[in-house]
């Protein structure tokens, strides 16, 4: 028994003590509210919000590059929301798989299928096409679109298009 603890010092001495798992960040349910929660919780602040889905393979490859993007935004600046209604572990395992498990990008999660109304919130000329993302201004407009996947080149949100830190004139 002593020599079992010995061991064990031995390799917290030498590998240091397991660290606690960190907590998962919140998933929340994207309603049919969902649009107007978003804008209120970001007022005064600029944001991209990337719309992505667990059944678009495009949009699965993009996943990691939001990585970098998020960095480069700083906290709180990217929005994940995941357009199909599925099961939250399943969301969460693959935005950790892509490193975008951090308290740094809000996440959520459709909570009702993605129809029609939603998507005139959001904005009316989207179809629904994923991936789809969204760059809001300060006051809550909507300053750029984007369909299709995204690249991770550092210079604006889009390639050639805003950056949605800057204040866009009226």
Do not use: N, Y
Not at 26 to 49: I, K, N, Q, T, Y
Not at 80 to 104: C, F, H, K, P, Y
Not at 145 to 170: C, E, H, M, N, Y
Request: hydrophobic share 45%; proline share 7%; net charge positive.
């Amino acid at each position: 028994m002593k020599r079992r603890d010995a061991c064990a010092s031995l390799v917290v001495a030498l590998l240091g003590a397991p660290s606690a798992p960190r907590a998962a960040p919140a998933l929340r349910s994207f309603g049919e509210d969902g649009w107007s929660e978003l804008l209120r919780g970001h007022a005064g602040r600029p944001f991209v919000v990337h719309f992505w889905a667990l059944s678009c393979a495009p949009g699965l490859v993009d996943l990691p590059r939001w990585r970098e993007r998020a960095r480069q935004l700083g906290p709180g600046a990217v929005v994940m929301v995941q357009a199909d209604v599925a099961l939250s572990a399943v969301v969460l395992a693959r935005l950790r798989s892509a490193g975008l498990d951090t308290e740094a990008v809000e996440q959520w999660t459709a909570g009702v299928e993605f129809d029609e109304r939603i998507r005139d919130a959001i904005d009316r000329r989207w179809s629904g096409e994923l991936p789809f993302t969204v760059a809001v201004d300060r006051e809550g407009r909507a300053v750029a679109l984007r369909s299709g996947a995204i690249d991770a080149a550092p210079a604006g949100v889009f390639p050639g298009g805003t950056d949605p830190r800057r204040q866009v004139p009226k």
